[in-house]
T-cell receptor, first 113, second 114 residues
């Protein structure tokens, strides 16, 4: 069955701390991977995506993610978080054939100033 | 920037009643999705349309839920009858082609079933 699993439900960090959010997927066939973010009071929006090529992808606002095929993982990282990064982060996997996109359960990140 | 429009923003209903949600995707977007998001969880795909055709509705509880996109533009999601467990945020999203592209999400409809 297709599934996306996020390791941490709630993460609390101080500003300038480094961030890594875990994501593992189970998806038959060729899969594309995404991280979406939802800032307080805003819509879900795309942070970054991986389709093929360089397994290290860079997104907006200094975020990056690394695709490790052997581990079925797509972890999100940021070297130094800011208070404005407080949000909910969702990992998602999509079928390259059908475009069906499924989401993980989300990780709430709280950054303390 | 163009947005996905959803209405109503909030809906309170009693169990056994019928409810309907409306979504107008970004103009020109062929793919439309309805997701359900329970508090503390990620969005769960209910139905995916490609133009007016259903691509995936494997997670749609078809005994009570229905969705249509008759002209391949706007879409309606209906629940009849509503149950207490249906209380959730119902999100609509669209993309130009499919989920391998960027999805644009609406603000959602927050449903409370009493």
């Amino acid at each position: 069955a297709q599934s996306v699993s996020q390791h941490n439900h709630h993460v609390i960090l101080s500003e300038a701390a480094s961030l890594e959010l875990g994501c593992n997927y189970s998806y038959g066939g060729t899969v594309n991977l995404f991280w979406y973010v939802q800032y307080p009071g805003q819509h879900l929006q795309l942070l970054l995506k991986y389709f093929s090529g360089d397994p290290l992808v860079k997104g907006i606002k200094g975020f990056e993610a690394e695709f490790i095929k052997s581990k079925f993982s797509f972890n999100l990282r940021k070297p130094s978080v800011q208070w404005s990064d407080t949000a909910e982060y969702f990992c998602a996997a999509g079928s390259s054939n059908t475009g069906k996109l499924i989401f993980g359960q989300g990780t709430t990140l709280q950054v303390k100033p | 920037e163009a947005e996905v429009a959803q209405s109503p923003r909030y809906k309170i209903t009693e169990k056994s009643q019928a409810v309907a949600f409306w979504c107008d995707p970004i103009s020109g977007h062929a793919t439309l999705y309805w997701y359900r998001q329970i508090l503390g969880q990620g969005p769960e795909l209910l139905v995916q349309f490609q133009d007016e055709s259903v691509v995936d509705d494997s997670q749609l509880p078809k005994d009570r839920f229905s969705a249509e996109r008759l002209k391949g533009v706007d879409s309606t999601l209906k629940i009849q009858p509503a149950e207490l467990g249906d209380s959730a945020m119902y999100l609509c999203a669209s993309s130009f082609r499919d989920g391998n592209e960027k999805l644009f999400f609406g603000s959602g409809t927050q449903l409370s079933v009493l």
